[in-house]
């Protein structure tokens, strides 16, 4: 049974840090390309960042770029997006997808919200 479980979201201040981690079972994940998605309120689910199975490349997109990172670790089983600079319109829940060609799975999310 494979299993994507996220963690770190929290409460931020504008301008503060936080870093995801999601941790992957029951699948062989160094082929997985991942992905962090978030969903806001009222709004699509969209991509945040995705990394190829090696870790070789990255794609962020437009507005996260220059603030967030993705990175893996595959001897972890364990993607991460590191984000700094955090804004009110990062509020979201963030949700972490494995791919393999039409194959996806999905994390439960977890609840990122930048507030003063």
């Known amino acids: 049974q494979v299993q994507l479980v996220e963690s770190g979201g929290g409460l931020v201040q504008p301008g503060g840090s936080l870093k995801l981690s999601c941790a992957a079972s029951?699948?062989?994940?160094?082929?997985?390309?991942m992905s962090w998605y978030r969903q806001a309120p009222g709004k699509e689910r969209e991509l945040v960042a995705d990394i190829t199975s090696a870790g070789g490349s990255t794609n962020y997109a437009d507005s996260v770029k220059g603030r967030f990172t993705i990175s893996r670790d595959n001897a972890r089983n364990t993607v991460y997006l590191q984000m700094n600079s955090l804004k009110p319109e990062d509020t979201a829940v963030y949700y972490c997808?494995?791919?393999?060609?039409?194959?996806?799975?999905w994390g439960q999310g977890t609840q990122v919200t930048v507030s003063s």
């Open positions: 997808n494995a791919r393999l060609v039409s194959r996806h799975y």
């Open positions: 029951g699948l062989f994940f160094s082929v997985y390309a």
